[in-house]
């Protein structure tokens, strides 16, 4: 295995289990979720030691909604728990607020997913949305614009199997996709 992935949640196992083969071509990665923040966190030292005693040449991604946490404090909590597991090259990335950001960075997966016509043209240039990162309840946000909008795991799948990982207007979805590429030095793909 090439890369290892551990999220809080099986949504955003969803999301990367769809869009990670478009980054990944020609590397193997596995996905591990978690049920929630605390979860995560306590598996970390446990999961990486062990997975990097097997196999050593591996890399690992660690990757946590921000939700309301100081992102900075968060981000040197996780490499903190990485650095205890023996692993001091661990790519740590917050999404800012939640997975549900980045799937409301790409309006036009939205449309196309739950074939909304207009959805994109109608949403994406208002100013609550320009800046998607700072939308904190964006989970909220996409059940009100989306009617009939699916339980997490089934709507996320939904959503980024349209997702275009060079069209997404999140910050912090472009700084994780960078960063995957910098970790197992990929290069850009259009």
């Known amino acids: 295995m090439d890369v ?11 999301v990367l289990n769809i869009i990670l083969p478009r980054i990944l071509i020609d590397k193997t990665f596995q996905v591990f979720p978690h049920q929630g923040k605390s979860d995560l966190q ?31 404090l968060l981000k040197a909590q996780l490499l903190a728990l990485c650095s205890e597991a023996g692993v001091e090259n661990a790519l740590v990335r917050i999404v800012c607020h939640e997975l549900e950001n980045w799937l409301l960075a790409d309006m036009e997966a939205i449309e196309r997913a739950f074939e909304l016509s207009g959805f994109t043209s109608k949403y ?3 100013a609550k949305y ?28 939904k959503v980024a199997t349209h997702m275009n990982i060079n069209r997404n207007r999140s910050h912090s979805f472009g700084v994780f996709i960078s960063g995957i590429r910098r970790l197992l030095e990929l290069e850009e793909v259009c």
């Open 124 to 126: 994406q240039n208002r």
């Open 4 to 14: 290892y992935f551990l999220v809080e949640e099986p949504s955003m196992e969803a």
């Open 130 to 157: 320009r800046v998607i990162d700072s939308i904190a309840n964006s989970a909220e946000e996409i059940s009100k614009l989306v009617r009939g909008y699916p339980r997490k795991v089934t709507g996320a799948a």
């Open 42 to 72: 306590k598996s970390i030292v446990k999961r990486i030691r062990n997975l990097s005693h097997s196999f050593p040449d591996a890399k690992f991604v660690v990757l946590q909604d921000k939700d309301s946490s100081d992102c900075r």
